[in-house]
């Protein structure tokens, strides 16, 4: 059983900045892609980054140019640093692995994800 297990999250102010983690304790996540997702009060569920087995990104339109998902494959560690945050970033943020080995390239969808942490919250003021 794969559990993922997420920190970093906190209450900033409008253009701070937050880096999330998200560690594997005894399992190297280097031969999956990861993903981080959110979902906000009342909403649903969104996909915000996933970095693919390649390496490659991907991001939605609304964090491009403010995060940026990394991955220390030897520490089985996956970040999301979190710039200029936004109050509409305010949001329970999970990490999750696909649930396909194979798979090379990001994905955004959720249901391609298969084990997922418990969440951290960012609440982001005005």
């Known amino acids: 059983q794969v559990q993922l297990v997420e920190s970093g999250g906190g209450s900033v102010q409008a253009g701070g900045s937050l880096r999330l983690s998200c560690a594997a304790p005894g399992y190297q996540s280097g031969p999956y892609g990861m993903g981080w997702f959110r979902q906000p009060p009342g909403k649903e569920r969104e996909g915000v980054a996933s970095?693919?087995?390649?390496?490659?990104?991907a991001y939605v339109d609304s964090v491009k140019g403010r995060f940026t998902i990394s991955r220390d494959n030897a520490n089985s560690t996956l970040y999301l640093q979190m710039n200029s945050l936004k109050p509409e970033d305010t949001a329970m943020y999970y990490c999750a692995r696909r649930a396909t080995y194979w798979a090379l390239g990001p994905s955004l969808n959720s249901y391609e994800y298969n084990y997922w942490g418990q969440g951290t919250q960012v609440t982001v003021s005005s």
């Open positions: 970095i693919g087995r390649g390496g490659s990104t």
